[in-house]
């Protein structure tokens, strides 16, 4: 008696192929990037009223915009540490028996930040609740990395011709614009933004761009690949000197960008910026030689729109810009040739008559 097992069918192996595909693309598009870090940390230490450490607290940070929660609880001297949160505003809070809930509302986190929240409890029931002032330092006292941060509003406000978000590092102590012949930066992009920055010093084409985390360098001239409008830009950061060990790809400086991302509630923006000659004055030199107005007509539009797919959990964000130009200029005059003077006979290129002195030298070189 012989047994044979079943054999799958080809339609049945090619679905489970099929199916783990589809599970492994679904499982690599889910985690985060892992990469240089665009986020902070949030950390401090908790004590009672008599400023002695308290072990075993419980310590709740929740992203305010998002009400995504992070738990942790104190060691034995009192400390916690709450890593990788994307920047935004959070709520920390700190439950322990015997003592009131305290709730701390710290400034917010921003890129690469370690911010410091020290909460000092006081005794009570735990069903009261305190706000307390949380003791959060201005200054960076954890992190050793050099650098300035763009925030959202200076983002949307500041002015921006051609709207290059990244032409704000100029804000920035030791940036400066890249040398105008310098041939790091070809054709890739056009804008203020097209010679690029060095940063402390450095050259323009050792700059490390990242975009959510991602690397965001052309391969070829090592330039900004993609630079989102200002509207769909949270934040930026650029990082000049003693960077930590995430970053390590070049030597002078660092951007980052981190775009925004969907709420709890449903927000967003429409924009249209023009720019047109007819509100224009001509130029002194134009109007001295009679010279139209040059034409420019510019629209840059678009929005972004963000919102909950599930409150708490998921969240989308989509963001468009678009631009139409027309423009003309006037350039410098430039000399033709007549036929005749293609043909080396330049005897007729003075006042419109005969240049003697060409006519000699024509009669005495004949061939």
């Known amino acids: 008696m012989k047994c044979r097992t079943a054999q799958p069918s080809i339609s049945s192996t090619f679905n489970r192929r099929t199916l783990t595909r589809l599970a492994v693309f679904c ?67 700190v439950d322990m028996k015997g003592f009131t809930k305290a709730i701390a509302h710290p400034p917010a986190l921003e890129i690469n930040q370690s911010l410091r929240v020290d909460i000092a409890m006081k005794v009570g029931g735990t069903t009261e609740v305190v706000q307390v002032e949380s003791q959060s330092s201005q200054v960076e006292t954890v992190n050793p990395t050099i650098g300035g941060t763009v925030t959202g509003k200076p983002i949307q406000d500041l002015p921006l011709n051609g709207r290059e978000v990244l032409d704000l590092a100029f804000t920035q102590p030791g940036v400066l614009p890249a040398p105008t012949n310098s041939s790091a930066y070809g054709s890739e992009k056009s804008g203020s933004f097209a010679e690029g920055f060095t940063v402390a010093g450095g050259r323009p084409d050792a700059v490390t761009y990242l975009l959510d985390g991602g690397l965001n360098n052309a391969v070829t001239s090592n ?9 769909a830009v949270d934040e930026f950061r650029i990082l000049t000197n003693n960077y930590t060990a995430e970053y390590g790809r070049n030597g002078g400086g660092t951007v980052t960008v981190v775009t925004k991302s969907g709420t709890n509630d449903l927000h967003g923006s429409a924009f249209d910026y023009l720019r047109n000659d007819a509100f224009n004055a001509n130029d002194y030199f134009d109007k001295q030689l009679g010279l139209p107005r040059p034409v420019l007509k510019r629209n840059q539009f678009g929005g972004t729109l963000g919102g909950p797919i599930i409150k708490d959990r998921f969240f989308w964000f989509f963001g468009y810009q678009g631009q139409r130009q027309t423009s003309v200029t006037h350039g410098q005059a430039v000399t033709t040739y007549t036929p005749a003077e293609l043909n080396g006979n330049f005897s007729q290129a003075v006042s419109g008559g005969p240049d003697p002195n060409v006519v000699a030298y024509l009669q005495a070189n004949p061939y």
């Open 223 to 231: 330039n900004v690949v993609f630079d989102p409008n200002p509207d």
């Open 27 to 93: 499982l690599a598009v889910s985690l985060p990037a892992i990469s240089q870090n665009t986020n902070g940390r949030i950390l401090g230490i908790v004590t009672d009223p008599q400023g002695a450490a308290l072990a075993g607290a419980k310590v709740t940070v929740a992203n305010a915009a998002t009400n995504i929660q992070r738990t942790t609880v104190t060691d034995g001297t009192g400390s916690y540490q709450v890593l990788d949160l994307p920047i935004g505003t959070y709520v920390v809070t």
